[in-house]
């Protein structure tokens, strides 16, 4: 026959506490591991997160240093390019207007020009004899919208292709030719201008030329 089993031993109170107290010791052990570990977690994040936010500071600094000298290097080869562009749009400009009709471009610059100086009294125009034919019809079409036109000649001592009016205003020119030289003047020396004021003053003509009514 087997042993009977010995009875369950009855713990002590002392034992008992004992018992408690270390469990309560391990209970607080593992809580205070689960919150280092959490602190270290929070810490480890917030120093990525610091991190992370100084690189992306240093990048956009960086990234605005970067643009700031492709600005400037942009800029200065803008810059050395504008005189060229500048004569390139000239050129341009007179290889379309020799593409027109002598005829019908002296016209339309004539009549653009007369419509400009409607404030102009007592006009005369003097005319090279190849541009008498549109200039004439450039004044007759600016009408009222126009200077007062009391004389239109054909003069042979002017340059081919120049008109000029003179009136109570002094003298300018209407031809297209010094029209054209005048509105693309600054485009050829490299620094384009504001808009074109009215035409400026042309030297004026020999006194039997300066017109009254």
Not at 4 to 19: F, G, Q, S, Y
Not at 24 to 30: S, W
Not at 138 to 157: F, N, Q, S, T, Y
Not at 171 to 180: H, K
């Amino acid at each position: 026959m087997s042993r009977a089993a010995p009875p369950p031993r009855i713990l002590r109170a002392a034992e008992v506490d004992r018992l408690r107290r270390a469990d309560a010791i391990l209970h607080a052990a593992e809580a205070a591991r689960q919150a280092t570990e959490a602190d270290a977690a929070r810490a480890a994040d917030a120093l990525i997160s610091d991190t992370r936010s100084k690189a992306l500071r240093e990048s956009a600094r960086a990234a605005a240093r970067m643009i700031a000298r492709a600005e400037a290097a942009a800029e200065q080869r803008l810059a050395a390019l504008e005189p060229e562009l500048a004569r390139m749009v000239a050129l341009t400009v007179r290889r379309i207007v020799g593409e027109f009709a002598e005829d019908e471009a002296t016209y339309h610059a004539a009549l653009t020009a007369l419509r400009q100086m409607r404030d102009h009294r007592k006009g005369r125009i003097f005319a090279a004899p190849d541009v008498i034919a549109p200039v004439t019809r450039a004044a007759a079409d600016a009408g009222e919208a126009g200077p007062e036109i009391v004389g239109l000649h054909p003069d042979p001592a002017l340059a081919p292709g120049r008109a000029v009016l003179t009136s109570d205003h002094g003298s300018a020119e209407i031809g297209l030719r010094a029209l054209t030289d005048q509105a693309l003047k600054a485009w050829e020396e490299g620094t384009p201008a504001a808009p074109a004021a009215p035409p400026a003053p042309a030297p004026a003509l020999p006194p039997d030329r300066e017109g009254s009514a």
